[in-house]
């Protein structure tokens, strides 16, 4: 065993990079709370949508025969129009030989603008009882209809029954749609129509105390006299006929301008209002037939005298209704104009980036199963072509390599590590290089290998510089032409070498990438990660191997030629994933890298959250700097341009972009499943999980892991994915923001021993 001590007891000056990291460190912590504030945008957006989107149905009665024995006689047998002054209720009849018009459930951009084409040309006013989601959505609709002279009233916020709902629900409901009433039109309202009333008759002990309850704080509640029931899409004939009153009574009658299907209420309304001219009746709006009332009683009539007979005029407007009354509008001030504006705004972001995300699920949906297609397709396919009785490399390859293991304060593990190497069944020598370590680890390494009796082992201590500065080291003091590369927390079995270095009788290979697997499986995360080590990292390398694009080889097992390795300038400091780094410049300077799926490595990965995520960013970020470094071998000749025409896209499609907006998949299950249909969404999230299985038990089954670890995998898609989806993310903030992350040291616990009992 041979000892070279160069270190002279201080530390090094920090290099570039490193400089350049102590800086932006400070800047990292509000990088993470930008992507959390994305993601909570995003959240935000889709609950809204969401919200905005409830169903609004027809309005059939939810309740039959329920009790009316609380209610006052004078509201169950007086007129469609309840109002209360000084606590006692009153009700307004319309008067006789006149049409107060009503519309609920809108606006709809198919329907409404239809309605008030042909309220415009009749020349004709209504009121509209609005859903105040959809004044949200289409607020230049209901901006249209106040313009035009027409009323508005609310129909709640998402059309639901209020009968049954908490103060504080229906104080909502009412509040919301005034403030995007507000921000539509600049306008309030005083008028209520509550979702699946018709005639006062029908008020129950369920539905009386709302109505009393919004009396008091200013509300009018409208009714109905005759229910068109064109929600029932009876024909065009028998709308006209339900709207129409009996004798010369007058009416408030109701139609609909959204809430599903309105083609037969669009033919149906002109032949309606020509019918009623024709009989003699004036529209106006409720309103209108307020202050009628209120006129005829400062007149000494009764409140439901027949007001209006023989001329058909009303107070204030004449035979044609051309006077528009909005006695009811309000104009909206202060907080509630801005608020309502707000709302406005923001309901448009999400009108705008819900179908965006739409598309990008379809896109990111389709790259997902072709991804795992692919997969499963070529992995199978390298497979066969391995195991064929006749494939070779070439010549067994038997002379001895160098085995370079760095290590920085790896006291934890590199007894383990050499005690591995013993056992080795090819001719190795090994090369440790202490990076500078403060716990003692050379002195570990030398003891070890002396108690093992490893007189092929040398151990280099150097100034702290860095992993890729101690693999140059360890490459340049190399005393054979194949060098392996090991981390010092990782074990070999005893064929690991032989199986890894067979591939270098073909002179064409410059590197090879081993078989790395977690060592410590038996805790949750070390589950989750042994899951995405044996299908996401090695099922996509038999991918890329047989595609001749291999992006990275592991930092844990990789082999290389000694001359590929100076040819490309040896381990770069540029980026923090020195592995894809070289891979990629290894293929663009014409080697060819392979995988070599029979030398296993086995790792001691993260044992806590806090340490995954720190490892994950960096291998994120790292593995962007690789690409962003060699962007230029898209544009390679021959076939050092290979990874930049094939390999290159794919790292970026299925590594980046495809895990940024992975989690639009999960985002919309959740939103399907709280709006739109939880079996169908529940379903469709157990298929892709299913594919998931699917994919995973193969890899399994071609790396002999045993089955028990896919029961985590549940789990691991809720919970863990999650986790990398937001690594990705944060690094994707960081690269574009200019940051630049420094080398962080995981916490070791060297619990990962001779691979004999791991597996």
């Not at 060592?519 to 390398?541: C, P």
């Not at 574009?736 to 691979?755: A, D, F, H, I, Y």
Request: proline residues 5%.
């Amino acid at each position: 065993m041979t000892t070279t001590t160069p270190s002279r007891g201080r530390r090094r000056a920090p290099t570039r990079i490193e400089r350049a990291a102590g800086k932006a460190a400070a800047l990292q912590k509000p990088r993470v709370i930008l992507a959390l504030l994305l993601l909570l945008g995003l959240t935000s957006v889709m609950l809204l949508d969401g919200y905005l989107r409830a169903e609004v149905g027809g309005d059939e009665r939810v309740r039959d025969g329920a009790s009316s024995s609380k209610v006052p006689d004078k509201i169950l047998n007086g007129g469609p129009i309840i109002s209360f002054r000084g606590g006692q209720a009153t009700t307004t009849s319309v008067p006789a030989k006149t049409i107060a018009l009503t519309f609920d459930d809108g606006p709809n951009p198919t329907y409404t603008p239809q309605v008030l084409k042909i309220l415009e040309k009749y020349d004709v006013p209504a009121t509209f009882f609005v859903v105040g989601s959809m004044v949200s959505r289409y607020p230049g609709i209901v901006k249209d209809m106040v313009d035009q002279g027409d009323e508005v009233g609310i129909h709640t916020f998402t059309h639901v029954d209020l009968s049954y709902q908490s103060d504080a629900r229906i104080r909502r409901e009412m509040t919301q749609t005034q403030l995007a009433l507000a921000g539509a039109a600049g306008i309030t309202t005083t008028l209520f129509r509550a979702p699946y009333s018709s005639e006062t008759d029908a008020i129950d002990n369920y539905s009386w105390p709302v109505y009393k309850k919004l009396g008091e704080e200013g509300y009018t509640s409208v009714f109905v006299d005759t229910d068109s029931d064109d929600w029932k899409k009876p024909g065009v004939s028998k709308i006209v006929k339900w709207a129409t009153p009996s004798g010369t009574s007058g009416a408030s009658v109701l139609m609909h301008d959204a809430g599903g299907d309105r083609e037969q209420t669009i033919r149906a309304l002109p032949e309606y209002i020509e019918k009623m001219r024709a009989k003699g009746y004036t529209f106006t709006t409720i309103s209108g037939v307020i202050e009628a009332q209120n006129t005829a009683a400062r007149a000494g009539q009764q409140a439901n005298a027949p007001a209006g007979t023989g001329s058909g005029q009303l107070p204030g407007g004449n035979q044609n209704g051309t006077d528009r009354l909005q006695a009811a509008h309000r104009e909206a001030t202060g907080a509630t104009l801005y608020e309502g504006k707000a709302l406005v705004v923001a309901v448009a972001v999400a009108e705008y980036t819900v179908p965006t995300l739409s598309v990008g699920l379809v896109i990111v949906g389709v790259a997902v199963m072709g991804r795992f297609g692919m997969m499963l397709i070529l992995a199978r396919r390298h497979y066969r072509l391995r195991n064929k009785r006749r494939f070779s490399w070439g010549p067994t390859v038997t002379r001895p390599v160098t085995v370079i293991v760095p290590a920085y304060n790896e006291k934890e593990c590199i007894a383990n590590t050499l005690e591995s190497l013993a056992k080795s069944t090819h001719p190795i020598e090994v090369i440790v290089v202490d990076d500078g370590s403060s716990d003692g680890t050379s002195e570990i390494a030398r003891e070890a290998a002396r108690s093992l009796g490893m007189t092929n082992v040398r151990v280099i201590r150097q100034e702290n510089a860095g992993k890729p500065a101690a693999l140059n080291n360890g490459v340049r003091s190399a005393g054979h032409d194949i060098v392996v590369m090991m981390d010092g927390d990782t074990v070999f079995e005893p064929d690991t070498v032989r199986q890894l270095v067979q591939p270098f009788a073909n002179p064409e290979v410059g590197a090879v990438a081993g078989n790395a697997k977690v060592g410590n499986r038996d805790t949750v995360i070390g589950a989750w990660q042994h899951i995405e080590y044996v299908m996401g990292f090695n099922l996509d390398r038999r991918m890329y191997d047989l595609l001749r694009c291999m992006p990275t080889i592991p930092g844990a097992i990789g082999a290389f030629r000694r001359e590929a390795v100076l040819q490309v300038g040896g381990m770069s400091e540029d980026t923090l994933a020195e592995d894809t780094d070289i891979t990629i410049a290894m293929h663009r300077a014409g080697w060819r890298v392979v995988y070599q799926e029979y030398a296993r490595a086995w790792t001691e990965a993260p044992g806590s959250l806090k340490q995954l995520w720190s490892q994950r960013y960096r291998w994120s970020y790292g593995t962007m700097q690789a690409l962003w470094k060699h962007r230029k071998s898209l544009t390679d000749k021959g076939p050092s341009g290979r990874f930049g025409r094939v390999g290159m896209p794919l790292v970026v499609i299925f590594q980046i972009v495809t895990p940024v907006f992975a989690p639009l998949i999960d985002v919309f299950t959740a939103y399907s499943m709280i709006f739109v249909d939880f079996r169908a969404a529940l379903y469709a999230w157990l298929a892709v999980l299913g594919v998931q299985l699917v994919c995973a038990a193969y890899a399994f089954k071609l790396d002999k892991e045993k089955y028990r670890y896919l029961l985590m995998m549940p789990l691991q898609q809720l919970a863990y994915r999650q986790m990398m989806y937001l690594v990705l993310i944060h690094s994707c903030i960081t690269a574009l923001t200019g940051g630049r992350l420094r080398w962080q040291k995981l916490k070791r616990t060297g619990e990962v021993g001779t691979p004999a009992g791991v597996g």
